[in-house]
C-alpha cells in the first residue's frame, strides 16, 4: 500500500469514524484512507515538502 515507505516510520492522524491520514517523512506524500477499509481513497502530493506533523482544524460551530 505504502510502496517505498519505511514501516516503522509511517504516522497517523485521525480526524473522526471517517479519515485516517497516513504520512511518512521519507516519501513527500500523505495517504487519505477509509477509517473503515482501509483502502487509500486520495493521495496528497507534498512536492518537495516533508510530512512531519498534522493539524486539522474542525469547522464545527
Not at 487509500?40 to 464545527?60: C, F, P, T, W, Y
Amino acid at each position: 500500500m505504502f510502496s517505498g515507505a519505511d514501516k516503522s516510520m509511517l504516522h497517523i492522524c485521525i480526524t473522526g469514524p471517517h479519515k485516517l491520514y497516513v504520512f511518512s517523512r521519507k516519501i513527500p506524500e500523505t495517504w487519505v484512507l477509509n477509517a473503515q477499509t482501509l483502502q487509500v481513497e486520495n493521495k496528497i502530493d507534498l512536492g518537495k515538502g516533508v510530512a512531519h506533523q498534522m493539524v486539522i482544524r474542525s469547522n464545527n460551530q
